[in-house]
């Protein structure tokens, strides 16, 4: 007897056939040659034209082939999601760009004494192989570190403040809030420099640094958590306090835990809008050269200072050297990212 | 409703007095007979609702509610949408005042106390008093067990022995089986129903009296409805359940005895209250009869 029961394999009958994978690489091929034509037979020129006229033409020959072939609401349908592959192209390009720039351009200073050693006894426009970024790497990780010790209580009880307590005083604080993300760096290195370092301690100094930074990163926690906080739904803060928990219980053990990995996200947002600045570490912490882990005396360095005087002086090597600032700072924020994300990661997805 | 479906919850009610706790249940009865004014003094047993008015705003919604719940009994209030058998439950464990602009009137006796009385803990109440929401809504971050548990935390409660009392809780609300082996999964990840009873099971943990169940199986399918209406029973042989449904069937199923709420467009009133077989087979009002025969609402 052979009546073998047909052996049923998974397939995809909605993937695309070869017949149309071909009709799509046919589309590209033509956008493909007829932007080198237009760009050849036009006054069109660069690598920019090219692309854009690309584009242009995979649009309009998806929407003629999905027109013939599958009616005009199909064809319009085609045309939304062009644009929209389009605008995500266009996003990519310049982060793309510039992570490409900064890799090419780093990697040459990316040498081992860069993280072993700082530019006490070298100047900018030594060759790339002496001195190095130990003290900005360390300067910029204790002030962030104190901005955000300073910060992360604050901002996100501020947030609490304003989404579960509910006070008389929740319009003015959101107002204030919504201020003080606008303010301009700058302003938070002079307030500092006026309140606290002219009057009182007289010097720059790291903790100076991690106060000003402070400052620009309250608001975007607190904002960002409130923004989160009002996600979680009403539900469960009433299911904690039906079974017998206190206000400040239920928002602990519930309400936080419920929104962790948006209030990492809000902290991860903080620590991105402090990381680069300049501004205020220029004037409150004194951008020292020398490796200095005591933030209550003496100068301190940090990245974006370390990039921004290697850049003024406009030799070769210390271009080098401001490129490799930045492609550590850039590897280490991506490296932050990734590792928060990992710890936050939201164990309900499967 | 014919009149036959309408026996079914008075045979049921007779099953239940001769399997459990007689001489309470009989009592439950008598006093039924009786039919007890409301208000004339204290109970001193159980949960007495006294003249309840209810705000928000300033649109009263609820209307001199009187009604008690003897211990042991199972409870369904009915209505139609919006007349305030919702707001009614939440003044029962004093979770309506947790809307903001909420306002109320009237007393709630457990066990002959106010509950409103100034220098309650209100956290203490809200234990003897547990509450099932229309929407499963176990915690997102916590395992099964963790939720089951969640209230001892909350309350700061100590319990002995954790696992044994994590066990007696899913048993109870029929879930025990289904999840004995996945007790460190996520909430989430169980079905509406499967929730629903987790969400019971979490409300028994801290061993209330009473029970509020505000539409607890409207977002769930016949087949979880029907194991949740198996847990009411079972439960009811130890605490005190009200039950808002929409469901009549259910409310027949399950029920000692209902109530009948209805709004004509201003606060929601309690038409009549008593035994469920006689409000479905000769209710004495005729709006109630109304209602329940399908007429209207
Ligand atoms: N949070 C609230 N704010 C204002 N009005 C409300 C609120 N909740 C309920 N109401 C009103 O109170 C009345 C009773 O509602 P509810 O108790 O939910 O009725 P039911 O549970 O019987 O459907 C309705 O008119 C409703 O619009
Ligand atoms: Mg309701």
């Given at each position: 007897m052979s009546i073998d029961k047909p052996v049923v394999k998974p397939g995809k009958p909605w993937a695309s056939t070869p017949k149309e994978r071909a009709i799509d690489l046919g589309a590209i091929l033509l956008a493909a040659f007829g932007s080198f034509a237009l760009v050849a037979l036009s006054?069109?020129?660069?690598?920019?034209?090219?692309?854009?006229?690309?584009?242009?033409?995979?649009?309009?020959?998806?929407?003629?082939?999905?027109?013939?072939?599958?009616?005009?609401?199909?064809?319009?349908?085609?045309?939304a999601s062009s644009f929209a592959v389009a605008g995500v192209l266009i996003t990519l390009l310049p982060i793309t760009s510039i992570l490409f720039a900064v890799f090419e351009r780093g990697k040459a200073g990316l040498k081992p004494n860069l993280f072993t050693t700082d530019m006490k006894l070298n100047g900018p426009n030594d060759p790339i192989d002496q001195g190095g970024l130990l003290h900005a790497l360390t300067g910029s990780g204790i002030m962030v570190g104190i901005a955000l010790i300073i910060s992360l209580p604050i901002g996100i009880l501020t947030a609490i403040y304003l989404t579960e307590i509910k006070g008389l005083f929740t319009r003015?604080?959101?107002?204030?809030?919504?201020?003080?993300?606008?303010?301009?760096?700058?302003?938070?290195?002079?307030?500092?420099?006026?309140?606290?370092?002219?009057?009182?301690?007289?010097?720059?100094?790291?903790?100076?640094?991690?106060?000003?930074?402070?400052?620009?990163?309250i608001p975007t926690i607190a904002r960002t958590s409130e923004e989160v906080l009002l996600l979680i739904p009403e539900d469960l803060r009433e299911a904690g306090i039906a079974l017998g928990g206190t206000q400040w219980r239920?928002?602990?053990?519930?309400?936080?835990?419920?929104?962790?990995?948006g209030l990492i996200t809000a902290i991860i947002l903080g620590v991105a809008r402090v990381a680069g600045e300049t501004a205020p570490l220029?004037?409150?912490?004194?951008?020292?050269?020398?490796?200095?882990?005591?933030?209550?005396?003496?100068?301190?360095?940090?990245?974006?200072?370390?990039?921004?005087?290697?850049?003024?002086?406009?030799?070769?090597?210390?271009?080098?050297?401001?490129?490799a600032g930045i492609l550590v700072l850039l590897i280490l924020v991506f490296i932050l990212f990734f590792a928060t994300r990992l710890v936050g990661a939201d164990r309900n997805k499967k | 409703m014919s009149n036959s479906e309408a026996q079914d919850p008075l045979d049921k009610g007779n099953e239940k007095m001769e399997t459990t706790t007689p001489s309470s249940l009989s009592s439950v009865a008598a006093?039924?007979?009786?039919?007890?004014?409301?208000?004339?003094?204290?109970?001193?047993?159980?949960?007495?609702?006294?003249?309840?008015?209810?705000?928000?705003?300033?649109?009263?919604?609820l209307k001199d509610i009187s009604l008690d719940f003897w211990s042991g009994t199972v409870t369904a209030?009915?209505?139609?949408?919006?007349?305030?058998?919702?707001t009614f439950i939440r003044t029962l464990n004093r979770m309506h005042e947790f809307i903001p602009g909420a306002a109320m009137a009237?007393?709630?006796?457990?066990?002959g106390k106010d509950i409103y009385e100034s220098g309650t803990d209100v956290t203490k109440i809200r234990l003897k008093v547990g509450m099932v929401f229309q929407k499963p809504n176990p915690f997102p971050s916590m395992t099964i067990a963790d939720n089951v548990l969640a209230g001892l935390k909350l309350a700061q409660l100590k319990v002995q022995n954790k696992d044994d009392l994590l066990e007696e809780c899913l048993v109870r609300a029929g879930l025990?089986?289904?999840v004995k082996d996945r007790l460190s999964a996520y909430g989430g990840s169980l079905s509406g129903g499967q929730q629903q009873r987790l969400c019971i099971a979490r409300s028994l943990a801290v061993r209330p009296e009473i029970l509020l169940m505000d539409e607890p199986c409207s977002a769930l399918d016949p087949g979880s409805t029907l194991k949740i209406e198996e847990t009411i029973s079972e439960l009811s042989s130890t605490m005190t359940i009200i039950i808002v449904t929409h469901n009549m069937q259910q409310a027949a199923r399950v029920s000692d005895y209902t109530g009948f709420f209805l709004s004509d467009g201003g606060p929601g009133e309690l038409i009549e209250v008593g035994p469920t077989s006689e409000i479905f087979s000769r209710p004495k009002d005729v709006r109630t009869e109304n209602y329940v025969t399908g007429r209207f609402g």
């Amino acid at each position: 007897m052979s009546i073998d029961k047909p052996v049923v394999k998974p397939g995809k009958p909605w993937a695309s056939t070869p017949k149309e994978r071909a009709i799509d690489l046919g589309a590209i091929l033509l956008a493909a040659f007829g932007s080198f034509a237009l760009v050849a037979l036009s006054e069109l020129k660069g690598k920019l034209a090219y692309a854009g006229v690309f584009l242009l033409l995979i649009i309009v020959i998806n929407f003629i082939h999905n027109y013939l072939s599958r009616g005009i609401a199909s064809a319009k349908d085609s045309i939304a999601s062009s644009f929209a592959v389009a605008g995500v192209l266009i996003t990519l390009l310049p982060i793309t760009s510039i992570l490409f720039a900064v890799f090419e351009r780093g990697k040459a200073g990316l040498k081992p004494n860069l993280f072993t050693t700082d530019m006490k006894l070298n100047g900018p426009n030594d060759p790339i192989d002496q001195g190095g970024l130990l003290h900005a790497l360390t300067g910029s990780g204790i002030m962030v570190g104190i901005a955000l010790i300073i910060s992360l209580p604050i901002g996100i009880l501020t947030a609490i403040y304003l989404t579960e307590i509910k006070g008389l005083f929740t319009r003015p604080i959101r107002f204030l809030v919504q201020a003080m993300s606008g303010v301009p760096s700058i302003v938070a290195g002079l307030f500092i420099l006026s309140a606290i370092v002219f009057p009182i301690t007289k010097t720059p100094s790291g903790l100076m640094g991690g106060l000003a930074l402070a400052i620009l990163m309250i608001p975007t926690i607190a904002r960002t958590s409130e923004e989160v906080l009002l996600l979680i739904p009403e539900d469960l803060r009433e299911a904690g306090i039906a079974l017998g928990g206190t206000q400040w219980r239920t928002i602990s053990q519930i309400v936080v835990p419920a929104a962790k990995s948006g209030l990492i996200t809000a902290i991860i947002l903080g620590v991105a809008r402090v990381a680069g600045e300049t501004a205020p570490l220029v004037l409150v912490s004194g951008g020292g050269d020398a490796l200095n882990l005591d933030p209550t005396s003496g100068p301190m360095g940090s990245f974006p200072f370390y990039i921004w005087k290697a850049f003024t002086f406009g030799t070769n090597e210390s271009i080098d050297r401001a490129w490799a600032g930045i492609l550590v700072l850039l590897i280490l924020v991506f490296i932050l990212f990734f590792a928060t994300r990992l710890v936050g990661a939201d164990r309900n997805k499967k | 409703m014919s009149n036959s479906e309408a026996q079914d919850p008075l045979d049921k009610g007779n099953e239940k007095m001769e399997t459990t706790t007689p001489s309470s249940l009989s009592s439950v009865a008598a006093n039924a007979a009786a039919k007890r004014k409301p208000g004339s003094g204290a109970l001193g047993v159980g949960l007495e609702a006294r003249g309840i008015h209810a705000w928000f705003g300033d649109k009263m919604v609820l209307k001199d509610i009187s009604l008690d719940f003897w211990s042991g009994t199972v409870t369904a209030l009915i209505g139609p949408s919006g007349c305030g058998k919702s707001t009614f439950i939440r003044t029962l464990n004093r979770m309506h005042e947790f809307i903001p602009g909420a306002a109320m009137a009237g007393d709630v006796l457990l066990n002959g106390k106010d509950i409103y009385e100034s220098g309650t803990d209100v956290t203490k109440i809200r234990l003897k008093v547990g509450m099932v929401f229309q929407k499963p809504n176990p915690f997102p971050s916590m395992t099964i067990a963790d939720n089951v548990l969640a209230g001892l935390k909350l309350a700061q409660l100590k319990v002995q022995n954790k696992d044994d009392l994590l066990e007696e809780c899913l048993v109870r609300a029929g879930l025990w089986a289904e999840v004995k082996d996945r007790l460190s999964a996520y909430g989430g990840s169980l079905s509406g129903g499967q929730q629903q009873r987790l969400c019971i099971a979490r409300s028994l943990a801290v061993r209330p009296e009473i029970l509020l169940m505000d539409e607890p199986c409207s977002a769930l399918d016949p087949g979880s409805t029907l194991k949740i209406e198996e847990t009411i029973s079972e439960l009811s042989s130890t605490m005190t359940i009200i039950i808002v449904t929409h469901n009549m069937q259910q409310a027949a199923r399950v029920s000692d005895y209902t109530g009948f709420f209805l709004s004509d467009g201003g606060p929601g009133e309690l038409i009549e209250v008593g035994p469920t077989s006689e409000i479905f087979s000769r209710p004495k009002d005729v709006r109630t009869e109304n209602y329940v025969t399908g007429r209207f609402g």
